[in-house]
């Protein structure tokens, strides 16, 4: 490892001293220098992995994955999938599905093995939450909500066995001056005043949290709320059996406040979530939550900077249990440098009894070969095996349940 570190910088500092010389001089041109800044470009992240890969390997921890997705229809290289979420199946828990985003082109619907069921090619779509039990038209839907940054704006869809059916014929756009690129979203549902609402945030750091409700048939966002944060946000989760909310400041700490509208902004970090914790190598990214029971459970952060994920109690202070990896198997590749995650506590079939992890791959292989990015799925169970005691499995617990 340190031998590869060493030739990386000895490349860096070679094509460094060749940019200096280039720029010097008038003959340079835009190609050369599109040129060098993609050299620099791929050096730089040549050494992030180097030093992701010696910081995961001082974790303990570590799970395989079960199975996962298709790849998404992008080239190898290309930075596209991202963030899930998972769809329970009530009438048939087996065929529940995971919701997937290209942000290089729309939504994708996948089963428990992986397989492509549906495409919405929305456009530019980046994250994605859901909830169950929406009323409309006479009856209850589980909405889904996820940030489109073409448009700068927020879409919503129906979610089936079979389809993500849009609600709307295009997204809602945002106030650019507050938020400036639709990044990170996630749902809420307020037990306390029976209304369903999206967060979404922007790279600027603020977030808005936005009412859904309808109105002459059709289903409208309205914005409530402006959460303020320093720097740039992704991955946000709502904990509706407490009305918190949580949102991941990518390069500081996970912060905590209170998820109803109403509510102040005055928000605490989570301890042990900031430098002050060895495992917590920034960047922080996805985050969301499996259910205990009686408000108990545990919150899931992606941590890019060492290729691991932070397990932190979800009650209380939030008590950091530690973080764990996932590693290849012969018959799935690992997990590394994670944007978007999604777990659940529900029962999925055979295949996963106590719950299940989806987690984003930046870096997906095939038999050592390269492959466009995807999504791992992981047994709850496994991972509640290497915390021993200190992860509860509680299966089919509805936290939605109004």
């Known amino acids: 490892m340190k031998k590869q ?74 930075d596209a999938a991202d963030d899930p979420a998972i769809w329970y199946n009530e009438e048939n828990p087996a065929e529940s599905r995971i919701l997937g985003t290209d942000k290089k082109s729309g939504l994708a619907l996948y089963n428990l093995q992986g397989e492509l069921v549906s495409f919405n090619p929305v456009g530019r779509v980046n994250n994605v939450d859901l909830r169950y039990n929406y009323p409309i038209d006479g009856r209850t839907i589980t909405i889904a909500a996820a940030s489109e940054r073409n448009a700068n704006g927020v879409i919503l ?90 949102i991941g400041e990518e390069g500081k700490a996970i912060w905590k406040l209170d998820a109803d509208e109403e509510a102040d902004t005055n928000m605490t970090i989570l301890a042990n979530s900031d430098s002050t914790n060895i495992n917590i190598a920034f960047d922080i990214e996805g985050l969301d939550i499996y259910y205990a029971g009686n408000n108990k459970g545990y919150l899931i952060a992606s941590i890019q900077g060492n290729f691991s994920y932070a397990v932190f109690e979800k009650e209380g202070d939030n008590k950091y249990l530690g973080n764990f990896t996932i590693k290849g198997n012969n018959k799935v590749d690992g997990a590394e440098e994670t944007d978007g995650l999604a777990v659940t506590n529900m029962a999925l079939g055979d295949a996963f009894p106590t719950g299940l992890l989806v987690v984003q791959d930046g870096f997906n292989t095939d038999n050592g070969t390269d492959k466009p990015q995807n999504f791992k799925l992981v047994d709850w169970a496994d991972i509640a095996k290497i915390y021993e005691t200190e992860l509860t499995v509680t299966p089919n617990f509805k936290w939605w349940t109004k």
């Open 5 to 78: 570190i060493t030739i990386i910088f000895t490349l860096l500092i070679f094509v460094i001293g060749g940019c200096r010389h280039k720029s010097d001089t008038s003959s340079t041109t835009k190609t050369d220098l599109e040129k060098m800044d993609g050299e620099l470009e791929a050096i730089e992240d040549s050494i992030k992995y180097a030093n992701a890969l010696a910081l995961q390997s001082q974790i303990g921890r570590a799970v395989s994955p079960k199975a996962e997705t298709q790849p998404v229809a992008q080239e190898n290289g290309v």
């Open 157 to 246: 869809f129906e979610v089936t066995a079979d389809s993500l059916i849009a609600l709307q014929a295009e997204p809602t756009r945002l106030d650019s001056n507050i938020i400036d690129d639709a990044y990170g979203c996630c749902m809420y549902y307020s037990r306390k005043s029976d209304k369903y609402y999206a967060f979404v945030c922007g790279k600027n750091g603020n977030t808005q949290q936005l009412l859904i409700s309808n109105k002459d048939g059709q289903v409208q966002l309205t914005p409530v709320r402006t959460i303020s944060l320093s720097s740039q946000c992704e991955g946000m989760v709502a904990d509706d059996e407490e009305g918190i909310l949580y």
